[in-house]
C-alpha cells in the first residue's frame, strides 16, 4: 500500500506526541458516547480527555452537552448548574468551527432549560443560518426543533394582539423551513402549531395533512405522524370547530363539528395510507 505524504506526516506526529494521540482518542471516545446517547459515559470520558490542555475546550464542551441532556432525562438541578458553568467557562474563539456552533446551541439549550425562553430564541435564531451548512441532517433537525419549540413558548406567554403576532411572525419563519427543506419533520409539525397560534386554522388543517402525507415517505416519519395527529385530534379539531360554529365547545353544533372534522382527517388519511395505517393509529 503506498503511503502518502499526508499519511507520513500524521504517522510522525502520532509517534513524536503520544499524547496528543491519546487525547484525541478520549475524545472521540467522549464524543461517540454522546451522540450515541450514553451521557453518564461521556461526561466521563470527556474528564479524562479534559486532562489534556490541547483537548481541554473540546472536552469540556462535549461535558456541559452531556450534562444538558441528562438534565433532561434526571431533573437533577446540578447537571443544568454544571453545564452552565462549562459553557461560560469556554472562549469560543479556540474551538473548530463546528464546535463554536454547538456552544451556541449548548448556551440556547441551557437558557432554555432555565426557563429563559427569548434568550435561548435569540439564540437559536442566530445561529441557525450558519448551522444549516455545517451540521449533519439529525443534528440540524435537533436544532429546528429547539428553535421551533422556544419561539412558541415565548408566543404562548404573551397574550392578545401579541399573541397573534408572536405566531404570525413564527409561522413565516417556519414555513421558510417548509420552503428549503419540505422533508424537515421539525418544520411539518411547527408549521401547523404556529398557524393554529395564528389563528388561521385552515392553513393548518391543511399543512398537517401535507405534513403527515410527506412523513409516510419517511422511515423516520412514524414519530412525526404520531404528534401530527395528536396535536390535529386534541387541539386544531376542537379550536376549528368553535372557530366554524361561533359557539361553545360543549355546544351541540361545536361537538356535531368536532365529529364531522375527526371523520374528514380519519378519511383522509385512509386514502393517503399504506393499508394498514390511518391516522389514529
Same mark, same amino acid.
Given at each position: 500500500?503506498?503511503?502518502?505524504?499526508?499519511?507520513?506526516?500524521?504517522?510522525?506526529?502520532? #509517534?513524536?506526541?503520544?499524547?496528543?494521540?491519546?487525547?484525541?482518542?478520549?475524545?472521540?471516545?467522549?464524543?461517540?458516547?454522546?451522540?450515541?446517547? !450514553?451521557?453518564?459515559?461521556?461526561?466521563?470520558?470527556?474528564?479524562?480527555?479534559?486532562?489534556?490542555?490541547?483537548?481541554?475546550?473540546?472536552?469540556?464542551?462535549?461535558?456541559?452537552?452531556? =450534562?444538558?441532556?441528562?438534565? =433532561?432525562?434526571?431533573?437533577?438541578?446540578?447537571?443544568?448548574?454544571?453545564?452552565?458553568?462549562?459553557? #461560560?467557562?469556554?472562549?469560543?474563539?479556540?474551538?473548530?468551527? !463546528?464546535?463554536?456552533?454547538?456552544?451556541?446551541?449548548?448556551?440556547? &439549550?441551557?437558557?432554555?432549560?432555565?426557563?429563559?425562553?427569548?434568550?435561548?430564541?435569540?439564540?437559536?435564531?442566530?445561529?441557525?443560518?450558519?448551522?444549516?451548512? $455545517?451540521?449533519?441532517?439529525?443534528?440540524?433537525?435537533? *436544532?429546528?426543533?429547539? %428553535?421551533?419549540?422556544?419561539?412558541?413558548?415565548?408566543?404562548?406567554?404573551?397574550?392578545?394582539?401579541?399573541?397573534?403576532?408572536?405566531? #404570525?411572525?413564527?409561522?413565516?419563519?417556519?414555513?421558510?423551513?417548509?420552503?428549503?427543506?419540505?422533508?424537515?419533520?421539525?418544520?411539518?409539525?411547527?408549521?401547523? #402549531?404556529?398557524?393554529?397560534?395564528?389563528?388561521?386554522?385552515?392553513?393548518?388543517?391543511?399543512?398537517?395533512?401535507?405534513?403527515?402525507?410527506?412523513?409516510?415517505?419517511?422511515?423516520?416519519?412514524?414519530?412525526?405522524?404520531?404528534?401530527?395527529?395528536?396535536?390535529?385530534?386534541?387541539? *386544531?379539531?376542537?379550536?376549528?370547530?368553535?372557530?366554524? &360554529?361561533? !359557539?361553545?365547545?360543549?355546544? $351541540?353544533?361545536?361537538?356535531?363539528?368536532?365529529?364531522?372534522?375527526?371523520?374528514? %382527517?380519519?378519511?383522509?388519511?385512509?386514502?393517503?395510507?399504506?393499508?394498514?395505517?390511518?391516522?389514529?393509529?
Amino acid at each position: 500500500m503506498a503511503i502518502t505524504a499526508k499519511t507520513a506526516i500524521v504517522f510522525v506526529l502520532l #509517534v513524536a506526541c503520544p499524547a496528543l494521540a491519546l487525547a484525541q482518542s478520549d475524545l472521540e471516545r467522549a464524543r461517540a458516547l454522546y451522540n450515541g446517547g !450514553q451521557f453518564d459515559e461521556s461526561i466521563a470520558a470527556a474528564a479524562i480527555a479534559k486532562s489534556k490542555p490541547a483537548a481541554a475546550p473540546s472536552a469540556t464542551l462535549i461535558a456541559a452537552r452531556a =450534562r444538558l441532556e441528562r438534565f =433532561r432525562q434526571k431533573n437533577d438541578p446540578n447537571d443544568l448548574a454544571e453545564a452552565r458553568a462549562d459553557l #461560560v467557562s469556554l472562549n469560543p474563539r479556540v474551538l473548530a468551527p !463546528q464546535e463554536i456552533i454547538e456552544w451556541q446551541i449548548g448556551i440556547g &439549550t441551557a437558557l432554555f432549560l432555565d426557563s429563559q425562553p427569548g434568550a435561548a430564541a435569540e439564540m437559536f435564531t442566530t445561529v441557525l443560518p450558519t448551522a444549516r451548512g $455545517r451540521l449533519p441532517a439529525a443534528e440540524l433537525d435537533k *436544532l429546528l426543533e429547539w %428553535w421551533a419549540s422556544t419561539l412558541s413558548r415565548v408566543a404562548e406567554s404573551l397574550s392578545g394582539a401579541a399573541r397573534k403576532d408572536a405566531y #404570525v411572525a413564527m409561522l413565516a419563519a417556519v414555513r421558510g423551513e417548509v420552503e428549503r427543506d419540505p422533508l424537515s419533520r421539525p418544520a411539518a409539525y411547527w408549521v401547523v #402549531v404556529a398557524a393554529r397560534g395564528a389563528g388561521d386554522f385552515d392553513a393548518a388543517w391543511n399543512a398537517a395533512f401535507t405534513g403527515w402525507i410527506r412523513a409516510g415517505t419517511q422511515p423516520e416519519g412514524k414519530q412525526l405522524r404520531s404528534d401530527l395527529d395528536r396535536f390535529v385530534t386534541q387541539t *386544531l379539531i376542537p379550536e376549528r370547530a368553535q372557530a366554524r &360554529t361561533g !359557539q361553545r365547545l360543549d355546544a $351541540r353544533a361545536t361537538q356535531v363539528e368536532i365529529a364531522a372534522l375527526t371523520e374528514q %382527517w380519519l378519511a383522509l388519511g385512509k386514502h393517503w395510507s399504506a393499508p394498514d395505517e390511518k391516522p389514529g393509529d
